[in-house]
């Protein structure tokens, strides 16, 4: 069945890189994602990661998936104060009917 | 496009109410999906639809709760007699069929309070 966790507060200086984990627990799940949840705001597609990689870069983003030990993590360089939210992990099995999500991690920024 | 739109954003019922959400999703994307999110939860998913046909439901979604799709474009999710484990945000998204697995495009959501 479909089980995410994640750890639940991150507090990171501005400038130093942030790491956030996510445990899953179905291995048929084909894609993973992250999406960023600002205070009273939608989710916030930022990336996602096909079941057949192991890492995936997008400009200050870094996705790495070890499928041996269902585990994701996203690596934020650089962190902003922009990027004080929520981050949900979620994974979705083929033709993605539906997400599971995990109940998220706070990240705070500190200037 | 402004991508997807949930109204009304805050919604405050007594107890026993019904409500009525509306959500219009992006113009040419066909699925939709609705989830609800409580507090200091990640969004749990109720149903989606394809076009206008309800492809899936969760057992979350109970016989007070209906949605629909009437005409492949805005969907409606209303709630009967309304209790207080109902207030939560309910949020809307919307893909393109053929590219749903790179993710969704979520709206602002409609937070219920059940007073």
């Known amino acids: 069945g479909e089980d995410v966790e994640q750890s639940l507060f991150l507090s990171v200086r501005e400038g130093d890189s942030s790491v956030i984990n996510c445990t899953y627990t179905?291995?048929?799940?084909?894609?993973l994602y992250w999406y960023k949840q600002e205070p009273g705001a939608g989710l916030q597609l930022l990336t996602y990661?096909?079941?057949?990689?192991d890492m995936k870069q997008d400009q200050r983003l870094t996705v790495l998936l070890n499928k041996k030990d269902k585990h994701l993590s996203l690596r934020i360089a650089d962190t902003q104060t922009g990027d004080s939210a929520i981050y949900f992990c979620a994974e979705a099995y083929y033709g993605n009917n539906r997400l599971a999500f995990g109940k998220g991690n706070q990240v705070v920024v500190i200037p | 496009d402004t991508g997807v739109s949930q109204d009304p954003r805050h919604k405050i019922t007594k107890r026993g109410q019904n409500v009525t959400f509306r959500c219009d999703p992006i113009s040419e994307h066909n699925r939709l999906y609705w989830y609800r999110q409580t507090l200091g939860q990640g969004p749990e998913f109720l149903t989606y639809?394809?076009?206008?046909?309800?492809?899936?439901k969760s057992r979350l979604l109970s016989d007070r709760f209906s949605a629909e799709r009437p005409k492949g474009s805005f969907s409606t999710l209303e709630i009967q007699r309304t209790e207080q484990g109902d207030s939560a945000m309910y949020l809307c998204?919307?893909?393109?069929?053929?590219?749903?697995?790179?993710?969704?495009?979520f709206g602002s959501g409609t937070r219920l309070t059940v007073v």
């Open positions: 639809f394809q076009n206008e046909a309800q492809l899936e």
């Open positions: 179905d291995s048929s799940s084909t894609y």
């Open positions: 990661i096909f079941s057949n990689m």
């Open positions: 998204a919307s893909s393109f069929q053929q590219s749903s697995n790179y993710g969704y495009t």
